[in-house]
């Protein structure tokens, strides 16, 4: 095998990637601009008010919120975040015995103290 001069290697290993990247941002630069060309523009009054699920908005968008509101976003990344962690853990469990499980036993039960003191301080309360 020759070597490769310095500058010289082309990596055409990547091209598909390249090539598909390419095709998907062609792909929503066409998309957006078609919505932006052909789509109704009919603005009305409420149409142009915010999207509150369907409600009407309450107060003023600059109000302060309740902690309870970030406790509860923190609390379902907390616990989401953790569970991601398991299914990586399920796949290779075969390969990597039982260390693992007691790891994994481990884990689990810092996490359900975690949870009963979320629970016990009533940051699951939504009042």
């Known amino acids: 095998m020759?070597?490769?001069?310095?500058?010289?290697?082309?990596p055409t290993d990547y091209l598909p990637a390249l090539l598909l990247m390419v095709a998907a941002a062609a792909f929503a630069a066409v998309s957006i601009a078609a919505g932006?060309?052909?789509r109704l523009r009919r603005p009305y009054r409420?149409?142009?008010?915010p999207y509150e699920s369907g409600n009407p908005a309450v107060g003023?968008?600059?109000d302060r919120f309740s902690i309870k509101f970030y406790i509860t976003a923190m609390l379902f990344v907390v616990f989401d975040v953790e569970a991601v962690f398991l299914y990586p853990w399920a796949l290779v469990y075969g390969k990597i015995g039982l260390y693992a499980l007691v790891?994994?036993?481990l884990f689990i039960i810092i996490l359900a103290i975690g949870?009963?003191?979320a629970w016990k301080?009533?940051?699951f309360r939504w009042d």
């Open 36 to 38: 932006n060309i052909f």
């Open 103 to 105: 790891e994994m036993i």
């Open 46 to 49: 409420e149409k142009l008010l």
């Open 2 to 10: 020759e070597p490769i001069a310095p500058g010289s290697y082309i």
């Open 121 to 123: 301080k009533e940051a």
């Open 60 to 62: 003023e968008p600059r």
């Open 115 to 117: 949870y009963v003191y």
